[in-house]
């Protein structure tokens, strides 16, 4: 049963920095996109960061140049580096494995201004 489990949320002021970490369990973690997606009150779940099994990353342009995803595959964490936060970055983040309908419970980011 894939398992994953996200962690590192919490409130930021605006221009702060927050390191998430996505633990998966499960699953043959080395061989599996993974990716960041976050959900505002609101609005529609969106991706945000995405990074393939060989490191190939994509960002939305909203977080390009501020937020850096990385994988660890020996601990199969995946790890979302925000950085010069903004209120609009608040959002519950979820990670997921690329191509399956596999979700974490999600991690709550807030900024204030």
């Known amino acids: 049963q894939v398992h994953l489990v996200e962690s590192g949320g919490g409130l930021v002021q605006a221009g702060g920095s927050l390191r998430l970490s996505c633990a998966a369990s499960g699953i043959i973690f080395s061989i599996n996109g993974m990716g960041w997606y976050r959900q505002a009150p609101g609005k529609q779940r969106e991706l945000v960061a995405t990074?393939?099994?060989?490191?190939?990353?994509n960002y939305a342009n909203s977080v390009k140049d501020r937020f850096i995803i990385s994988r660890d595959n020996a601990k199969k964490t995946v790890y979302l580096q925000m950085n010069s936060l903004k209120p609009e970055d608040t959002a519950v983040y979820y990670c997921?494995?690329?191509?399956?309908?596999?979700w974490g419970q999600g991690t709550q980011v807030t900024v204030s201004s």
């Open positions: 990074i393939s099994r060989s490191g190939i990353t």
């Open positions: 997921k494995v690329l191509g399956y309908d596999f």
